[in-house]
């Protein structure tokens, strides 16, 4: 009888545990895009203006190469370095770990992302300064990612 009765325990354990993991799906970060209340492609590239994938060609343009880097310069290397902490984030690698569009979501709309993305908000936890808005248009975004694609392929 007491091991029926555990085997009962356990297998009502056992479902409950399994019903439970399907229900919520989860990323690798372990968010709930549910409980984030964002949509998927908010989730993959960030919130703000640019919601749907723009086209990236392979070859890197170096005329708007040259156009981020006076952009960055003027307004992104205060806080960020290519290689190591600053005030933000090193940003030399950015663009193999985050598509073009999360980072040009983040530029236009930081604030956005910093409250209410997982990232941003990890982000902020760990920087403890809130990125400001930079006065940057969709076309320097677009510039600065292609600058930092060259600084990716170039280091
Ligand atoms: C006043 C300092 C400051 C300035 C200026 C600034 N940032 Fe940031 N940035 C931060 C901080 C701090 C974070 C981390 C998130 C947070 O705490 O706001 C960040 C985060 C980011 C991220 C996200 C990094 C990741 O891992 O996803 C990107 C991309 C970024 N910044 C790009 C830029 C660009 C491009 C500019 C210039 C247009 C810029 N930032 C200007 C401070 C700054």
């Given at each position: 009888?007491n091991?029926?009765?555990t085997l009962i325990?356990?297998?009502t354990l ?5 019903s439970?993991?399907g229900?919520?799906e989860?990323?690798e970060?372990g968010?709930?895009a549910?409980?984030?209340?964002l ?7 960030g919130?703000?203006p640019i919601?749907?994938?723009i086209?990236?060609?392979d070859e ?6 040259e156009k ?11 806080c960020?370095r290519?290689?190591?902490r600053?005030v ?16 040009m979501?983040?530029i236009?709309?930081?604030s ?19 990125m400001?808005y930079?006065?940057v248009?969709?076309?320097q ?5 292609e600058?930092l694609?060259y ?5």
């Amino acid at each position: 009888m007491n091991k029926l009765f555990t085997l009962i325990i356990i297998l009502t354990l056992v479902t409950f545990g399994v019903s439970s993991c399907g229900q919520n799906e989860t990323d690798e970060a372990g968010n709930n895009a549910e409980e984030t209340g964002l949509t998927d492609f908010e989730m993959d590239h960030g919130i703000g203006p640019i919601d749907q994938r723009i086209e990236i060609p392979d070859e890197i343009d170096m005329e708007k190469v040259e156009k981020g880097r006076q952009v960055y310069r003027s307004r992104c290397s205060s806080c960020h370095r290519m290689e190591g902490r600053h005030v933000g984030p090193e940003l030399g690698k950015i663009t193999t770990g985050r598509s073009p569009e999360f980072i040009m979501n983040f530029i236009l709309n930081p604030s956005e992302n910093i409250q209410r993305h997982p990232v941003g908000q990890a982000l902020l936890r760990e920087y403890l300064v809130e990125m400001p808005y930079q006065n940057v248009d969709k076309e320097q975004a677009r510039a600065i990612v292609e600058y930092l694609r060259y600084q990716a392929e170039e280091n």
